[in-house]
């Protein structure tokens, strides 16, 4: 095992961690929490969230803790902003391993391992400088933590110590308590649905099952109180009452504009969790087990694999339910969902390659999707030299039509990593008919690792040029000054971070609208809007426009002109 756990670290430092400072911080989500933690080392301040050097109660502190600790090694840039979650990709792999190891054996380990580096979004968001890798991690682990504990619960003796006896369970505990501190409740919320259904499941069975919820609570409790207690007992309710009302906004309106359909999530995952969610399919529901013709005969085996996959099947649609009836949809919201599309979908390559059990299906939604995938993204560098083919699409929106003149550059090879992924579903789809499964699962996981590596070293870089490197590099060529940016007319963080915002001290309120429009300015102020949505700056006369790229106008206000409208 020592061995495995080396080679997994090796694909862990390879996969993950290279290149992480090569493309800007994304806004909204990468750039908050990113400036969130600038902000912490700026001022100090470590227990109440900043964001615009004002208290921000949105999230927690403790991925933003991991961010601060990152950026005092490393220095305040993109790598630091991601090193936590590659740290992270490399934690998930040693620990999938581990539990499939113990589950299932050696084989089972390393496909559940490698489903992760083989799949879209699961390997993407390690890569990523967003909070949910780190929080589904905690997530998961406090769940198995319990679950750990039921399996042994029936072995347990009174002559052990209480902490022999219940260490699984408390540290589970601690563990989600450490997930409520890295995003919010919810993560409680969604746990304790999984238990409860899971117990439902049984007509409310089970010696001690309430007890042991109880003590996995107040586990969980005690570890958030960490932060939330000593925020109450520092600075009083006003804060958290904030954090909450924002969690329940967050959950019953459509946040920020980001709404979508019912079945938003269900396509994310099909589609960002190719192929590992082709393979889940079949383990969505009901049991498999009886397909296991080599099955070991050890009851106690055969009942753990049982249960674990009953779990994953629990928190697969608790999630997916969950997330789909909430009216805010963001991509990453059902990003927890990835343990066990990943796990079942090993599953069922496993019995593939141990037994022989090959579902049908798969010759025909495994090259589709691998094809047409592939396809799109190799077709990229092919479309960003012909415009004038896509520009017709955007004729109704000014903005996105004049992001397109960004300069990118794009050359042939930037279709290689569509073309692998095409190659290795095709490839693969041909050893699955031909019923050797271990071969069409090296071409498949290998493809979607070198597709997902390749495209986000290659081709997001460019579609960051055309989506918001213009404004950013305005950002931080004015980064040296002491002066003012304000963008008008849309949300954005990335003023604050690439323009290196400083703490106003005590006065905050010198650069608030709207008497930023009209007063008389005490240091250089400029204006960032975009293209189709200038008003209201060119009303007034000592404003006075800059420059303009790639759908972004900039102003800067003229310190000799009278503050009045034109």
């Not at 084989?107 to 929080?135: E, K, N, Q, V």
């Not at 674990?308 to 909430?326: K, N």
Request: charged share 15%; hydrophobic share 50%; aromatic share 18%.
């Amino acid at each position: 095992m020592r061995r495995d756990y080396l080679l997994l670290t090796g694909l862990a430092f390879l996969f993950f961690f290279p290149f992480l400072g090569s493309v800007h911080l994304f806004d909204w989500d990468e750039i908050n929490f990113a400036e969130c933690a600038r902000e912490m080392l700026l001022t100090g301040d470590w227990m109440r969230p900043q964001i615009d050097f004002e208290p921000f109660w949105e999230k927690p502190p403790l991925f933003l803790w991991m961010q601060a600790f990152s950026m005092k090694v490393f220095g305040i840039n993109e790598f630091a902003a991601r090193f936590p979650n590659a740290v992270c990709g490399w934690a998930t792999l040693l620990m999938v391993y581990h539990i499939g190891y113990r589950i299932h054996d050696r084989i089972f380990g390393w496909l559940w391992a490698l489903a992760w580096l083989g799949s879209l979004l699961p390997h993407m968001y390690f890569r990523s400088g967003i909070i949910d890798p780190w929080f589904n991690f905690f997530i998961f682990t406090g769940l198995f933590g319990f679950l750990e504990f039921r399996w042994r619960f029936f072995q347990l003796t009174k002559e052990q110590s209480f902490w022999v006896r219940y260490r699984h369970l408390l540290g589970g505990g601690a563990l989600l308590g450490m997930a409520i501190l890295t995003k919010g409740p919810t993560a409680y919320l969604i746990v304790m649905l999984v238990l409860v259904l899971y117990w439902a499941k049984y007509r409310f069975k089970g010696k001690g099952y309430f007890l042991h919820l109880v003590y996995f609570s107040l586990a969980a409790g005690v570890a958030a109180l960490l932060w939330f207690g000593v925020e109450y007992w520092m600075h009083g309710p006003w804060f958290l009452q904030e954090f909450l009302t924002y969690q329940v906004r967050l959950l019953s309106t459509e946040d920020s504009g980001h709404g979508g359909f019912v079945g938003y999530h269900v396509v994310v995952l099909l589609l960002g969790c190719f192929p590992m969610s082709i393979f889940a399919l079949p383990n969505l529901r009901g049991d498999r087990e009886s397909e296991d013709e080599g099955l070991e005969t050890d009851p106690m085996i055969s009942c753990v694999r049982y249960d674990f996959g009953t779990w994953m099947q629990i928190l697969f649609w608790v999630v997916l339910i969950l997330f789909s009836l909430v009216k805010t949809k963001i991509v990453h919201y059902s990003s927890l969902c990835y343990f066990p599309i990943t796990y079942l979908g090993a599953l069922t390559l496993w019995r593939a390659i141990k037994w022989d059990i090959m579902p049908g299906y798969v010759k025909y939604l495994l090259p589709t999707i691998g094809v047409v995938l592939g396809l799109a993204v190799a077709s990229l560098p092919y479309f960003g030299t012909h415009l004038e083919l896509l520009k017709p699409l955007f004729q109704k929106d000014p903005f996105a039509l004049a992001n397109l003149d960004a300069e990118v550059e794009w050359v042939w090879w930037q279709s290689i990593p569509g073309l692998v992924l095409a190659l290795a579903s095709i490839i693969a789809t041909y050893y699955w008919v031909r019923r050797k499964a271990w071969m069409s699962t090296q071409y498949l996981l290998a493809g979607g690792a070198i597709f997902t590596g390749g495209t986000l070293l290659f081709i997001v870089c460019n579609i960051e040029g055309y989506s918001q490197r213009a404004a950013i590099e305005f950002y931080e060529r004015k980064a040296p000054q002491d002066c003012i940016i304000k963008p008008v007319g849309f949300k954005s963080y990335a003023h604050l971070f690439y323009g290196n915002k400083q703490d106003p001290g005590p006065d905050k309120a010198i650069d608030d609208f709207p008497g930023v429009y009209t007063q008389k300015p005490i240091k250089p102020t400029y204006f960032v809007a975009k293209l189709n949505r200038i008003h209201p700056l060119e009303e007034f006369s000592h404003i006075h426009e800059i420059g303009r790229k790639n759908g972004f106008v900039f102003f800067e206000w003229d310190a000799g002109a009278n503050p009045a409208n034109k």
